[in-house]
Structure formats: C-alpha cells, structure tokens
C-alpha cells in the first residue's frame, strides 16, 4: 500500500484555484517535493518544500505543509488548461535518499 | 544540457526476451535511479545507484538488474522479460544532500511485454 495518498482526480474551470492535496505517514521526513507529469511525458519538478517550513510560495504556486497532521497541498492560482496533468508528490525520507511516490493526482481543467 | 536522457522511447518484448534499458545525465551527479510507474500506483523504485561503483535493491527489484557503469550512465536489464514487467520505466539522478535532495527525470521507456 502507499505510504503518500492522493485523491485520484480534481477538476476545475479555467481562471480558478486548485488545490491537489497529500497526506504521508513518514514524520522523519526531510524534503516533500511536488511533480507535473504531462501526457507522453517524463516527471518535472514543479516545486519542493523543506520539512521546517510551513509556507512556501513559486508565483502562481503555493504549498502548504502541516507537519502535525502530515498534509501536504499545493495550491495552482489562476489555473490554466496547460495546467492539466497528473501531479505527484513525493516525500524524502531521512534515511537514504529514496522517494516515496503518491499514486498522483490528474486534474483536468476545462475552458 | 540535456539532462537525463533514455532509449529506447518504448519496445516490445515477447515473454522470455531480454532487453537492456539506457540512461544517461550530464548534470554530475553521483546518485541515479531507476523507477517503475504503473497506473494508480505513483513511481516505484526498482534499484538506484548512490555513487559509480554502487548499487542497491529498491522496492521492487525482482526481475531486473543494474548496471552503474560510470558517473553519467546506470542502465537497467531485464534478463527473461515477463508481462508483468509491462510498464513505464523512468529514470532519474540527482538526490545529492540539501536542496539537491531533487532528483530529475529522463522522459521514460514504454516497453510493453506480450
């Protein structure tokens, strides 16, 4: 089983916010990471957040993390159709520099 | 640069073929790893390569072996290939100490066994 959750789907009109989130279970967990993977495509990472912060924000990108409740989301301002894809997030635990993958999150954005 | 780089960019098999799947990055990095992804089930890691030299099993390495052969390129082999090992397979390098902790991708190999 997973040890990162992901709802499977979103969906979301052109112009709005959305907002994919992930819970983890690791608390010794260094670094959460957030990846967009297009049809086709390879992943790319899209933005990544130590474990000491709670906020950290990339222009349209904001990602929040509860330490406590072992949540992490991240926040898509103005969404856009290129938007569209599946979103990974992906912790970094403190043994070993091994991710652990969510089963990713594909959100569709419609015009 | 051109980063992380795969070939094939997809293969069939038959079952009991053999194939070995190519990687390679021009970032310098010392880690690299390679990952199944297969649908619903986010990336799983096969084997990763922290140094040249080095090799570990990851959560699914059955089936499948590796070879580090220096800095820049770690390929993956599969020896008598079966339908379960039909999948998308990435590999990735980086994961270094701090904000290198990143790791960044190849665009994949699709390789589908019959």
């Known amino acids: 089983g997973e040890d990162v959750e992901q709802s499977l789907f979103l969906s979301v009109r052109e112009g709005d916010s959305s907002v994919i989130n992930c819970t983890y279970t690791?608390?010794?967990?260094?670094?959460l990471y957030w990846y967009k993977q297009e049809p086709g495509a390879g992943l790319q990472l899209l933005t990544y957040?130590?474990?000491?912060?709670d906020m950290k924000q990339d222009q349209r990108l904001t990602v929040l993390l509860n330490k406590k409740d072992k949540h992490l989301s991240l926040r898509i301002a103005d969404t856009q159709t290129g938007d569209s894809a599946i979103y990974f997030c992906?912790?970094?635990?403190?043994?070993?520099?091994?991710?652990?993958f969510g089963g990713g999150t594909r959100v569709l954005v419609k015009p | 640069n051109a980063g992380v780089t795969q070939t094939p960019k997809f293969q069939v098999l038959k079952t009991g073929q053999s194939m070995t799947l190519q990687c390679a990055q021009d970032?310098?990095?010392?880690?690299m790893y390679w990952y199944r992804q297969d649908p619903g089930m986010g990336l799983r890691l096969i084997y990763y390569?922290?140094?040249?030299?080095?090799?570990d099993k990851g959560e699914v390495p059955n089936g499948y072996n590796v070879s580090r052969l220096n800095k820049r390129e770690f390929s993956l082999r599969l020896e008598s290939a079966a339908p379960s090992q039909t999948s998308v397979y990435f590999c990735?390098?980086?994961?270094?100490?701090?904000?290198?902790?990143?790791?960044?991708f190849g665009p994949g190999t699709r390789l589908l066994v019959l």
């Open positions: 990735a390098s980086g994961g270094e100490g701090g904000f290198q902790e990143t790791q960044y």
């Open positions: 690791d608390s010794s967990s260094t670094y």
């Open positions: 957040i130590f474990s000491n912060m």
């Open positions: 992906a912790e970094l635990r403190a043994a070993g520099n091994k991710l652990t």
């Open positions: 970032m310098n990095h010392n880690s």
């Open positions: 390569s922290a140094s040249e030299g080095t090799t």
